[in-house]
Structure formats: structure tokens, C-alpha cells
Antibody
Framework: EVQLVESGGGLVQPGGSLRLSCAASGFTFPDHYMDWVRQAPGKGLEWVGRSKDRAEGYVTVYAASVKGRFSISRDESKNSLSLQMNSLKTEDTAVYYC?????????????WGQGTLVTVSP | DIQMTQSPSTLSASVGDRVTITCRASQNIDSWLAWHQQKPGKAPKALIYKASNLETGVPSRFSGSGSGTEFTLTISSLQPDDFASYYCQHYYTYPLTFGGGTKVEIK
């Protein structure tokens, strides 16, 4: 059974940094795309960024709203995905979900974690 | 960027009703479309991928159709567990984008 468990959310001031983690299990971690998707309070879903699979060199792709501020990385040894968030803005306040792909190209958000809340406020 | 437009934004229906939600893409996305269901306070859950393929474990009352720019999600007979929000999402190119969502409410 696929499991994705996010951690690291919390309250941070504007301009600050935060690192989210996602522990993955139940599938072959290097062989699947991994994404971060967020949802601001009472709003819809917004894709944040992607780590492609090992075959594609774990290349990362980002939404324009976070490019240059956020960074995604993987730790194969721990089956873990991270989201480093710098220069945070109030509009980054959201629940952040870790997702995994089904496999194959192109790929979508096949499995979702439970989410972790990030609040950016003075 | 490809814009995804869902309609309606809210839908009131009764148990047993047939429900259809429409999703339009601002340009061709072939069949690279997924549908996700989200209940209040919970994470989304994938229902359908590649426009018409049901995820494992999803009831057969759910179906998806369409290609190109026009897509639909149909629930053939609405059940109490189906009252939720539904989002379409394309994965044709970057950035990946979602529709604004459709909330299915009890009539």
C-alpha cells in the first residue's frame, strides 16, 4: 500500500524559511515522479513543483509562483522527498500535499499524502 | 499556461441523481486529464486518469469521457459518500493546472 506522510509544517514569518519532508513507502521510490501540490485556506488546488524519476535524472520543474524560492530534492536512501521553501510570503500559506505518480509518461497525482499546514504570518 | 474551466462551480443534487461535471481546457490536451475527489478537511483522492480510466477501487458509478478540450465526469447514481468537491487536472505540459473545482451538495 502506498503511503505518503508529510511533516515540517508550522508558523513562519514573511521572509523566513521552512523545510517540508515527505516519507514515502509501498512503491519503488526512484521510479516514480513526485510532486508537491498546495491548497490555500478555502481555495482550490495549485501545483507547486515536481521531481521527475531516476531515469530522468530527478530533474525538477517548478510553478512560476515559487520558482527561485522553493527547491525540491530527494533522498533515495530514506525514500524521502523534501521541499525547501525560502523567502516565504503570506500568499504561500496553504496545506502542502506530497503526491506520487502512477508511473509512465506523462504522469499525474496518483496518490496523495494527508498534507501539512504552512502558515506565513507576521 | 493551459487554463482549466469547470462547470458548474456548485451543484445541488439528490441521492440517486445522475450528475455530470464539465471541464474545458484552453487548448488541446489529448486525453491527459485526471479527476480528483476531495472531502472537507481531507486530502484529495484520484478517481480517473487519462480521461476515462478508473483508479483501482473507485466505484463503477463514476465515469469519465472526452478528449482534446472537452471532458466530463459523470456519477450515474449519486450516493451519500459522493458529496464532495471534484477537480479536473491536466498533465499535458508544464505547468500542471487544476480546474477551479465543483462542489456537489445535498439538495
Amino acid at each position: 500500500e502506498v503511503q505518503l506522510v508529510e511533516s515540517g509544517g508550522g508558523l513562519v514569518q514573511p521572509g523566513g524559511s521552512l523545510r517540508l519532508s515527505c516519507a514515502a513507502s509501498g512503491f519503488t521510490f526512484p521510479d516514480h515522479y513526485m510532486d508537491w501540490v498546495r491548497q490555500a485556506p478555502g481555495k482550490g488546488l495549485e501545483w507547486v513543483g515536481r521531481s521527475k524519476d531516476r531515469a530522468e535524472g530527478y530533474v525538477t520543474v517548478y510553478a512560476a509562483s515559487v520558482k527561485g524560492r522553493f527547491s525540491i530534492s530527494r533522498d533515495e536512501s530514506k525514500n524521502s522527498l523534501s521541499l525547501q521553501m525560502n523567502s516565504l510570503k503570506t500568499e504561500d500559506t496553504a496545506v502542502y500535499y506530497c503526491t506520487s505518480g502512477r508511473g509512465g509518461y506523462p504522469d499525474y497525482f496518483n496518490h496523495w499524502g494527508q498534507g501539512t499546514l504552512v502558515t506565513v504570518s507576521p | 499556461d493551459i487554463q482549466m474551466t469547470q462547470s458548474p462551480s456548485t451543484l445541488s443534487a439528490s441521492v440517486g441523481d445522475r450528475v455530470t461535471i464539465t471541464c474545458r481546457a484552453s487548448q488541446n490536451i489529448d486525453s491527459w486529464l485526471a479527476w480528483h475527489q476531495q472531502k472537507p478537511g481531507k486530502a484529495p483522492k484520484a478517481l480517473i486518469y487519462k480521461a476515462s480510466n478508473l483508479e483501482t477501487g473507485v466505484p463503477s458509478r463514476f465515469s469519465g469521457s472526452g478528449s482534446g478540450t472537452e471532458f466530463t465526469l459523470t456519477i450515474s447514481s449519486l450516493q451519500p459518500d459522493d458529496f464532495a468537491s471534484y477537480y479536473c487536472q491536466h498533465y499535458y505540459t508544464y505547468p500542471l493546472t487544476f480546474g477551479g473545482g465543483t462542489k456537489v451538495e445535498i439538495k
